[in-house]
C-alpha cells in the first residue's frame, strides 16, 4: 500500500552509510534490518553484545511503523489524520499521543520559520499537481492561488492538552514533509529504549544516529551531491553524528516546466506559489529528525541569509544550504556546521 505521497523518492537528497573495515574496536555484533514504509525504503544498523532475533525485531519495527502510519496516511481514509481534516469546525478532537507529538513540532517549526512551513498547504500543493490529485503541467490562475491560499493556514489549528486539538477554519492537514523524520524518531526510540543504544536509522534519506558505529567511532553518512541531470549525484560532504538527527530536503528532482520556466514541488506557504530561490538543497542537523525534517523544508523557502539567522540561533542545531548559480554549487552553512565534517 501507498502510504505517503512518491516524492519521498525524489524530494529528499541520498545518504549513504559508512563504515569501514579492519578491526572492530566495539564489542559486540552489527545487524542490519530493511524494509518499505511510507512510499520509500527504511535501513536499521544496530550493535549488540546479545543475540538477537533479526526477524523479532523487524516485526517490531513494521508494527511501529504500521502505528505511525495509520495514524498519519493522507491515503488511507481511516488514518487520523485523515478523520481530522472531515471533522466539524470548532469542535475539540482527542487524538493519540503521536499525533499530537507531532503536532507540537509543527507548531514550533511554522512560528521559529514565520510561516515558511506550514503543515496545511496540501491544497496548494494539489492545484500545483504535485500532492494526491494528477499533475495537468499547468500554471494555475493568480485568482485560482488565493482563492486556495485562503484555505489554508496552520495558526487556524489549536492544540490542547491533554491531546487534543480543534480547527477554527476548514484547513486540511498533511504533514508527509515532517513524517518520515517523526517515523525515524519513533525507531530510534524503540531501539534504545529497549537498551540498544548504538544504532543508525535512516527512512528515505532522513536519519538518526545514536551511539556509535563497530569500529567505536561516531557514524558516518554522505550528502549526495544535488543534479537533477545525474540518477547517481555522488557524494558531496561526508559528515559524522553521534545523537543526532539529519534531513534534508531538495527540488531538484520534483518539477515540472511550462513556459521556460521550472516550477518544484516546494510550495511557499505565504505566496502559493512553488519556491523561487535558486536553492537546491538544504540539510539540518538537530536534536531529532521530526525537527529536522521540518526547518530543512522551510530553509528551501527563506532567504538564505535569514535562514542562517534563525539556525545560528537554536540549539543543538546546524544546517548546510545547497545555492545553484549557474553551474556553480555555492554552499552556505550555519556557524558550527564544519564541525561535523568528515576531512
Known amino acids: 500500500m501507498k502510504f505517503f505521497r512518491t516524492i519521498t523518492f525524489y ?59 495509520k495514524k498519519l496516511s493522507m ?17 475539540p478532537v482527542n487524538i493519540s499521543l503521536d499525533f499530537f507529538s507531532i503536532l507540537l513540532t509543527a507548531k514550533e517549526i511554522y512560528h521559529l520559520t514565520g510561516g515558511s512551513w506550514d503543515g496545511t498547504v496540501k491544497p496548494l500543493v494539489d492545484l500545483w499537481g504535485f500532492g494526491t490529485k494528477k499533475r495537468t503541467g499547468n500554471v494555475p490562475g493568480a485568482d485560482t492561488i488565493r482563492q486556495v491560499l485562503s484555505e489554508t493556514g496552520f495558526n487556524h489549528i489549536s ?17 508527509g514533509s515532517i513524517a518520515k523524520g517523526y517515523g525515524v524518531d519513533a525507531i530510534a526510540k524503540l531501539f534504545t529504549s529497549s537498551g540498544i543504544h548504538d544504532v543508525l536509522v535512516e527512512i528515505g534519506g532522513e536519519l538518526y544516529a545514536s551511539g556509535k558505529n563497530l569500529n567505536g567511532q561516531s557514524w558516518s553518512v554522505g550528502i ?12 558531496y560532504k561526508i559528515i559524522r553524528l553521534n545523537n543526532q538527527a539529519i534531513a ?40 531529532d529528525c521530526t525537527f529536522a525534517d521540518g526547518l530543512a523544508t522551510a530553509l528551501m523557502i527563506m532567504d538564505i541569509q535569514e535562514g542562517l539567522k534563525l539556525v545560528n540561533r537554536l540549539g543543538q542545531t546546524e544546517c548546510l544550504i545547497i545555492q545553484k548559480k549557474g553551474q556553480t554549487l555555492v554552499t552556505h552553512a550555519s556557524e558550527n556546521f564544519d564541525d561535523f565534517l568528515v576531512p
Open 159 to 175: 492544540l490542547k492538552k491533554p491531546h487534543t486539538i480543534v480547527k477554527q477554519k476548514s484547513v486540511t492537514l498533511d504533514l
Open 224 to 235: 549526495s551531491r544535488p543534479d537533477k541531470n545525474y540518477a547517481h549525484q555522488g557524494l
Open 75 to 91: 491515503y488511507d481514509p481511516k488514518s487520523e489524520i485523515s478523520l481530522f481534516n472531515s471533522h466539524e469546525i470548532n469542535k
Open 11 to 69: 524530494a529528499i537528497v541520498c545518504f549513504f552509510i559508512f563504515q569501514s573495515t579492519g578491526f572492530a574496536f566495539k564489542s559486540g555484533k552489527q545487524h542490519v534490518i530493511s524494509g518499505n514504509t511510507m512510499g520509500t525504503f527504511y535501513t536499521i544498523k544496530f550493535i549488540s553484545r546479545n543475540k538477537e532475533s533479526l526477524s523479532l525485531w523487524k516485526n517490531k519495527v513494521d508494527t511501529r511503523l504500521k502505528e505511525v502510519n
Open 248 to 287: 534534508t530536503s531538495g527540488n531538484y528532482r520534483n518539477f515540472f516546466e511550462a513556459d521556460g520556466k521550472t516550477f518544484s514541488h516546494i510550495i511557499d506557504p505565504k505566496t502559493g506559489y512553488p519556491a523561487t530561490s535558486q536553492i537546491v538543497s538544504a540539510s539540518v542537523i538537530s536534536k
